[in-house]
């Protein structure tokens, strides 16, 4: 089996590198590795939230508290962690170090937040007018989709423009599980090394077609929560998406129609859209990445980079890298994510919200045979445009949540230029 651990893992973040130096000069012997250390030489990181990761751009972060270029190696080990290095130990270094590692995670959280939270009412709008083969006004720009949600929210509600959270939660959960576990059980990698090669990638790619396949129910009943119009809505609980996805394998529980695909004939779409989204996404993330390095690494050699600015570039590169990344691949893949979304809400019986009025109900009663069916269909009686019905709401959910990242970013900068 492929190791699970990345390149360089050298156990907790323990760095030996100066001490066994020591060790050899001879100012200090080897300690074992279950002694009584000093905490100076381990680090601790924040939660794995995209961009908390306290890293640089070099291949290996320094150690919490390792002296600063100025402090000579064999002079006298500090006790306190936050009062080591450069000469600045004591209250205000210990609070500007917890400054810096909390203002990661907060980053990154109000990433997420925004990204699953205050995003998902353009999640639901955008599904609502990819399944509605009925409606005549596409949306394609986000003025109309303002006033579309505007309206929803005014007949049925703030629910309306939420519904299905949960389920978007429990989608991801599964699909992170479902991966973890095949990784465990398979000599299929998780996670790509540097070096890696054209095997490698393979088995990693189908690592991630098999997980979709996996999640491929639960993501068919996820999808019906969030277009189902809450007019004709029962109360259901958070755990129905798990009841009706596995009803779906099984095929009961849930009342279907004889126009409902079976879950074989959505794999190829399905798992099509998952690994082209995951390349395109990595492949774009590794360029902006790349390209930020390289201006910060010319930052720093010019030496006009300010501590504030130091700070903002350990953290951020990340996330405008993910950012980036993901608005890409939905533009790239928008429609074919049409095509996959109404095969997968065929034959459910799902009655949807009119997204020409803002008000009544719609029922889905497409008659697709298969994917290249629908293509031709849309294409025919929708037109080239018909694979973008409701492409305004994409525009802005990216821009609420660049707008995020930048009200983030000024607030932290203003927090460190305080604390400085």
């Known amino acids: 089996m492929h190791p699970r651990r990345p390149d360089g893992f050298d156990g907790l973040g323990y760095r030996g590198g100066a ?9 200090f012997p080897a300690r074992p590795f279950g002694s009584a250390s000093d ?13 908390s990761r306290n890293l640089h751009w070099a291949d290996r972060s ?4 390792a002296p600063g270029p100025s402090t000579p190696l064999d002079g006298p080990e500090q006790p306190c962690p936050g009062g080591g290095g450069g000469g600045g130990g004591g209250a205000p270094g210990r609070s500007s170090e917890q400054l810096n590692r909390f203002a990661g995670f907060g980053i990154g959280l109000a990433s997420l937040f925004t990204e699953n939270v205050l995003a998902h009412p353009c999640i639901v709008l955008r599904r609502q007018c990819q399944v509605n083969y009925h409606a005549r006004h596409y949306h394609l720009t986000p003025f109309t989709v303002i006033n579309i949600m505007y309206s929803f929210n005014k007949t049925q509600g703030p629910r309306a423009l939420w519904k299905g959270m949960g389920s978007t939660f429990i989608v991801q959960g599964v699909t992170l599980g479902a991966e973890g576990i095949i990784s465990e059980f398979t000599p299929l990698p998780r996670e790509i090394s540097h070096k890696w090669n054209p095997k490698q990638i393979g088995e990693h790619l189908l690592l991630k077609s098999l997980t979709y396949v996996v999640a491929m129910p639960f993501y068919s009943a996820s999808l019906i929560e969030t277009v189902q119009s809450e ?14 996805g596995i009803g779906r394998v099984i095929g009961l529980g849930v009342p ?9 004939s959505l794999i190829f779409p399905t798992v099509l859209h998952g690994v082209l989204h995951y390349i395109i996404s990595s492949v774009i993330q590794k ?17 006009t980079t300010s ?14 890298a993910n950012f980036a990344a993901s608005l890409c691949s939905d533009v790239i893949l928008y429609p074919l994510e049409t095509v996959l979304h109404r095969l997968h809400i065929q034959g459910t019986r799902t009655i949807i919200d009119n997204t020409d009025l ?32 409701g492409f305004g709401a994409v525009i802005i959910q990216y821009t609420l949540h660049a707008a995020v990242l930048q009200i983030t970013k000024i607030i932290y900068s203003t927090l460190l230029q305080n604390s400085v």
Not at 62 to 65: F, R, S, V
Not at 231 to 244: A, F, H, K, Q, S
Not at 256 to 264: A, V, Y
Not at 371 to 387: A, K, P, S, W, Y
């Open 19 to 27: 001490r066994d130096e020591q060790a050899v000069g001879g100012a």
């Open 39 to 51: 905490p100076t030489h381990w680090v601790t990181s924040p939660p794995d939230i995209p961009g």
């Open 62 to 65: 320094p150690p919490y508290g």
């Open 231 to 244: 007019i004709i809505r029962d109360n259901t609980g958070i755990l129905e998406c798990i009841r009706e």
């Open 256 to 264: 279907h129609s004889k126009r409902l695909l079976p879950l074989l």
């Open 287 to 303: 360029f902006v990445l790349l390209i930020l390095k390289r201006k910060t690494y010319s930052s720093h050699l010019a030496e």
């Open 307 to 320: 501590p504030v600015q130091s700070m903002l570039d350990a953290y951020f590169p990340e996330l405008i």
């Open 358 to 389: 803002g008000y009544e109900v719609l029922p889905i009663n497409t008659q697709y045979e298969g994917m290249r069916d629908c293509i031709n269909t849309i294409r025919q009686e929708e037109g080239v445009l018909g694979f973008y019905k």
